[in-house]
């Protein structure tokens, strides 16, 4: 039998509700408070979620010795200091993306953390997409080849955000993915061009380049502004690319197809010429794989509870949060803030 985890959530807006869902659903767990400034919030947990009392202030949370750890569902701007002091209060602490806004926001949480034995994990949610997971085993066995590049798309028309833009906000998910599937290298360079074309000061378009070692390139393409949504990642391997499309039915398909060069004995290679052919074009097979799924915010919270119950370090803990919040930092517009301080909850 499960040992009983007693947690609290502090946020419960436009993502809380899912959070508090799948926490409240796990076996041994209980969500003992949910922490809301908003009287209307607040109202919808005491009707859809009954077992948990809400609370406006969290000091309350701070203070009960029963509870073992936090979910912050907050405002990106209110997660260090929250977190923070949930750790100062001796708790575990899940934080939704992005950890922090600052480098040096990620390596005080984890100086804290270390001093007190305490986890501390990211909601970076597709990690623990079962579609991403299949990718990563395709790059770890070499199916692909040598990484050349990757690409996504993250586009949507609307939800406008007024507390951080469109790279805060959609970026981090395929940072996170792109990171994950690398093995969390640090990107050689870091670039972005982006628009403000909504809200002064806070682009809704963004187009993020990283250049990684070994000639390996990324690009990520956000927007608020665009006709059709699209969650679209591309793998373009020196064997095999791989397509994934996370609101497609089929989320992965690979693709057999490639460009080799050929090799050329002897003395006049003419690498100029028009007249010599000097590549192989492949084009097998394209391969949808059956993959099995299971709801990433539900592994995420197990994952979070079993790191708590036997003192592991998270797959989205301060390592992988850390490099994610260095690329957005070194990322952040040099004419203006990406992120605006609210309200904590």
């Known amino acids: 039998m499960l040992p009983n985890l007693v947690l609290a959530q502090f946020g419960c807006g436009y993502w809380g509700p899912n959070l508090l869902r799948n926490f409240s659903a796990l076996p041994g767990c209980t969500v003992k408070y949910v922490v809301d400034s908003s009287a209307e919030r607040r109202g919808f947990v005491e009707s859809n979620f009954p077992l948990s009392r809400a609370i406006e202030t969290h000091q309350t949370v701070l203070d009960d010795p029963s509870v073992d750890g936090v979910v912050i569902a907050t405002p990106a701007a209110s997660h260090f200091s929250l977190a923070n002091q949930v750790l100062d209060a001796g708790k575990h602490v899940f934080v939704e993306k992005p950890l922090a806004t600052k480098v040096a926001e990620v390596d005080e949480l984890s100086k804290r953390a270390a001093e007190r034995n305490l986890v501390v994990m990211t909601g970076h949610t597709f990690i623990y997409n079962a ?203 040099l004419n203006g803030q990406a992120i605006r301080q609210s309200s904590a909850v």
């Open 131 to 333: 579609a991403v997971r299949y990718v990563k085993q395709l790059i770890d066995a070499g199916e692909l080849g040598e990484i050349r590049y990757i690409y996504s798309q993250r586009l949507n028309l609307g939800r406008i955000r007024a507390d951080i833009d469109a790279l805060w906000n959609f970026a981090p998910h395929d940072i996170s993915i792109i990171q994950y599937w690398l093995g969390n290298p640090e990107p050689v360079s870091v670039s972005r061009q982006g628009m403000a074309y909504m809200q002064d000061g806070i682009d809704d378009v963004v187009f993020l380049s990283l250049e990684y070692p070994n000639k390996v390139i990324a690009n990520i393409h956000v927007s608020w502004l665009d006709p059709q949504k699209v969650r679209k990642m591309i793998v373009v391997g020196s064997r095999k690319m791989v397509v994934y499309d996370d609101i497609a039915e089929d989320k992965i398909t690979i693709y057999d197809k490639g460009i080799d060069r050929k090799a050329i004995l002897g003395e006049n290679m003419d690498f100029d010429s028009p007249r010599v052919s000097q590549f192989n074009y492949r084009s097998g097979d394209i391969l949808i794989p059956e993959v099995k799924f299971a709801e990433p915010l539900r592994v995420e919270a197990e994952h979070f509870a079993d790191c708590i119950r036997n003192s592991r370090e998270p797959l989205t803990g301060l390592n992988h949060a850390r490099t994610v919040v260095s690329i957005l930092e070194r990322a952040r517009p």
